[in-house]
């Protein structure tokens, strides 16, 4: 280094050193004559802040999980008020549509405890209550006759946008609706009438919401809502003090016509205002007492214990971060504390170069997870920030079922059922692989498979064609190997789908559409150890697979549909 710049850096550190003690022994002074009251006001006063924003913000995760609910309920309504057979039923068609459809495993499955459907004056045409917890239909609450509720009901006929959700009041306890007007799956035509779905906000459902969020909360109801010490006259909102170590928020909600119904509570722990009270205390004493110290020493040994050192040291960690080498380390001598700082910030580099292996791995790893439940390509749109919902014109569906595996499971042990059900659905996914097609879901022992989406395929007909026989041949061979009785049931069906990624916390990629309804009904109303495609899909097969004509087949929702069941693929010249 040139004498110049040497007589530079000396003429810093003299300077800092300076600067430095003077600093040190005014803030002393300055500590010791007016930092108690003030830094005690001040510290306290943010905690409280704090503790105030955190109890707030739980306030509001607590609502939006309801929220949540509801939109979750909306949807459900919004896919029954716009089927055709909802819009017949209203229309003096279907008499059997409720009983066929509001069967008590629906509401089970889609967790409902009510369905009402209202005419355009706001009669009730057919409704049905049922206690999820009992497995059992119940009365109807009066409430959905009142005339206040059925005409916020009704505000949902408005407009072919607008809906209604919200909380009603019942003598059985507070309950979700979402409503939406009722009509045809293409728009046309006019409202006949309003869906109304109701799911019970009992104790089960708000100790879900409990668990997931991981607060203690609770739905009281309004004017009856004051806690021992809450001294909240009517508890609409804000956050009050239970004791010393327990406050609370609370937080009205109004029901569907506007009327205050509960109160949103959650209890939390003042670890934030008990933390600031230590860190103040601990402030105070550790700033006076270093303050008392350093003003006395700092002087005698700041250039040659501590500037010339700390100088030395950050030159050295300079470079290690001017080359961005996670190797490299410090070369560090002594054993003071400037020593010391120089292994701890080797010890930082091992952790940083540690957590960079660590990170990759995940990343890979979650990039494998997320590519096993969604397409490369729609995977890589939703990490850019990108919304998925694509419509498809022209693609093909495939729903397996495997036919007496239920009853199968219920005489072979687990640890044998398991290994069987996991070796079949990988040959599946093996399958789906080797024809290039993209499985949706598995669910129980039924599978989805779907050929043209996420990337279009002109052929998608006849490559899911082929990938059933397949399945078929290997669920005979898998029954063959194992010696037990298991078939496969498989339909197809071709034509326009709806594909896109829901959820925030499981994502999903599913399909939506009247094509994938058929495409299982092809399936349950198949024959075992066959595949049954509908007359959509022959169209598009050609002359390529020997088919079998079947005649009409019962689709529930579209009546007798013509349908064949696959015999093979054709290996000689087609025929005409």
């Not at 909240?232 to 109004?254: C, E, F, P, T």
């Amino acid at each position: 280094m040139p004498a110049g710049s040497n007589v530079l850096q000396i003429a810093q550190f003299v300077s800092l050193q300076k600067r430095t003690f003077a600093i040190l022994v005014l803030t002393t002074l300055g500590l010791i004559v007016a930092l108690g009251l003030p830094l005690r006001l001040l510290l306290l006063d943010s905690f409280l802040q704090l503790e105030d924003r955190a109890a707030r913000g739980h306030l509001e995760r607590a609502n939006a999980a309801i929220a949540n609910q509801l939109g979750v309920l909306w949807t459900v309504t919004r896919d029954y008020a716009t089927w055709d057979d909802t819009y017949a039923f209203l229309g003096g068609k279907l008499p059997d549509y409720p009983a066929i459809n509001f069967i008590n495993q629906t509401y089970d499955f889609n967790k409902l405890s009510l369905v009402a459907i209202y005419d355009t004056k706001g009669a009730v045409s057919w409704s049905k209550a049922y206690d999820l917890r009992g497995k059992r239909e119940t009365v109807t609450p009066v409430e959905f006759s009142d005339s206040r509720v059925v005409a916020a009901l009704q505000k949902a006929n408005d407009s072919a946008e607008r809906h209604v959700q919200g909380i009603v009041h019942t003598e059985r306890g507070p309950m979700l609706v979402a409503a939406c007007a009722v009509h045809t799956s293409d728009g046309t035509g006019a409202t006949r009438g309003t869906l109304v779905l109701g799911q019970m906000l009992d104790p089960v459902l708000v100790g879900e919401f409990a668990r997931n969020l991981k607060l203690d909360l609770a739905l009281l109801q309004h004017h009856a809502s004051r806690d021992k010490g809450a001294k909240v006259a009517d508890a609409d909102a804000g956050i009050h003090l239970l004791s010393d170590n327990l406050l609370a928020g609370y937080a009205r909600i109004d029901d569907l016509v506007g009327d205050p119904y509960l109160v949103l509570r959650v209890v939390m722990q003042r670890d934030v205002f008990k933390s600031g009270e230590e860190a103040m205390h601990l402030i105070l004493l550790s700033v006076l007492l270093a303050g008392l110290m350093f003003g006395l020493v700092v002087h005698l040994a700041l250039k040659r214990l501590v500037v010339h050192p700390v100088t030395e040291l950050s030159e050295r960690v300079r470079k290690v971060a001017e080359r961005k080498d996670h190797s490299l380390r410090l070369d560090v001598a002594g054993e003071d504390e400037i020593a010391r700082l120089g292994h701890d910030i080797n010890g930082m580099l091992d952790a940083l170069q540690g957590l960079h292996r660590q990170l990759e791995t995940e990343r890979q790893r979650a990039e494998r997870l997320l590519l096993n439940i969604m397409p490369r390509s729609v995977a890589d749109r939703l990490k850019a920030g990108e919304e998925i919902a694509d419509s498809y014109r022209d693609v093909s569906v495939l729903f397996a079922d495997l036919v007496g595996f239920t009853s199968l499971a219920s005489v072979v042990p687990a640890n044998e059922l398991l290994p069987m059900l996991d070796g079949i659905f990988s040959a599946f996914d093996e399958l789906a692989d080797q024809h290039g097609l993209e499985k949706i879901k598995t669910i129980g022992d039924a599978s989805m498979v779907v050929a043209g989406v996420p990337e279009p395929v002109t052929d998608h007909a006849q490559v899911l064609a082929a990938m059933g026989l397949d399945m078929v041949k290997a669920i005979e061979t898998e029954s063959q190997r194992r010696g037990v009785q298991l078939q496969v049931r498989v339909g197809i069906h071709s034509g326009p789908v709806v594909a896109g990624v829901i959820g925030t916390r499981k994502f999903s990629y599913d399909l939506w559409g009247d094509t994938v309804n058929v495409a299982s009904r092809m399936e349950s109303s198949g024959v075992p150890g066959r595949v049954q495609v509908s007359e959509a899909t022959v169209a598009k097969l050609g002359h390529k697979f020997v088919l079998e004509e079947r005649g009409p087949v019962a689709v529930k929702g579209k009546g007798e549909m013509r349908a064949w069941l696959l015999v093979s693929a054709q290996t000689g010249p087609a025929g005409d």
